[in-house]
């Protein structure tokens, strides 16, 4: 079980906009930046959106990340093949003094 | 550019022990905290362990708390996890990844990991 919850896997079409929701508490969310990670298969993750809503260098702005309170957004628009892939959220926990991460969602395009 | 490769992995019987190792290149690695996370087949990513750039700072999951053990050396650039009485549990690929920042930001590069199999 994932101290931060993940809703079940979407799936959307060329074209669409997917959101991926991630629910935390107080001492996770609530209180630290949020991250999250794109891992297509067969490779090492990938960071996606660092502090909430910011997007690194060569990441689309097709990503998008959003927090209010203890849960966290990610959105994609635009949807491509290639954005197939499991998709994790992350943050600092005060109350376990470590990192923690989402069950992650695997994403699909038909 | 910034580039991390793990080795050390392997297979190894319950109970006994593995040294993971980390080296790093394409950035001031005593800059920046180092994070070790860890994928069993088949599931998520969970986070194992973050030493801060200087060494002092060290966290660990409660999974992996009094049996694995971080450390660094910034002359040589790289990271290393000392995994002792290892589980069935511990089976997964093993990923360093670097920090953003000198404390504990987030990770942002990863390398390409290294497997761990626990098995008799």
């Known amino acids: 079980q994932s101290v931060l919850t993940q809703a079940p896997s979407p799936s959307g079409t060329p074209g669409q906009r997917v959101t991926i929701s991630c629910s935390g508490s107080s001492s996770n969310i609530g209180t630290n930046y949020v991250y999250w990670y794109q891992q297509l298969p067969g490779t090492a993750p990938k960071l996606l959106i660092y502090r909430n809503n910011q997007r690194p260098s060569g990441v689309p702005d097709r990503f998008s990340g959003s927090k209010s309170g203890t849960s966290a957004s990610l959105a994609i628009s635009g949807l491509r093949s290639e954005d197939e892939a499991d998709y994790y959220c992350?943050?600092?926990?005060?109350?376990?003094?470590?990192?923690?991460f989402g069950g992650g969602t695997k994403l699909t395009v038909l | 550019q910034v580039q991390l490769v793990e080795s050390g992995g392997g297979v190894v019987q319950p109970g006994r022990s593995l040294r993971l190792s980390c080296a790093a290149s394409g950035f001031t690695f005593s800059g920046y905290a180092m994070h070790w996370v860890r994928q069993a087949p088949g599931k998520g990513l969970e986070w194992v362990a973050v030493i801060s750039y200087d060494g002092i700072n060290k966290y660990y999951a409660d999974s992996v708390k009094g049996r694995f053990t971080i450390s660094r050396d910034n002359s040589k650039n790289t990271v290393n996890l000392q995994m002792n009485s290892l589980r069935a549990e511990d089976t997964a690929v093993y990923y360093c990844?670097?920090?953003?920042?000198?404390?504990?930001?987030?990770?942002?590069?990863w390398g390409q990991g290294t497997a761990v199999t626990v098995s008799s």
């Open positions: 992350a943050a600092w926990d005060d109350s376990l003094s470590g990192w923690v």
């Open positions: 990844a670097k920090d953003q920042g000198t404390t504990i930001s987030g990770m942002d590069v």
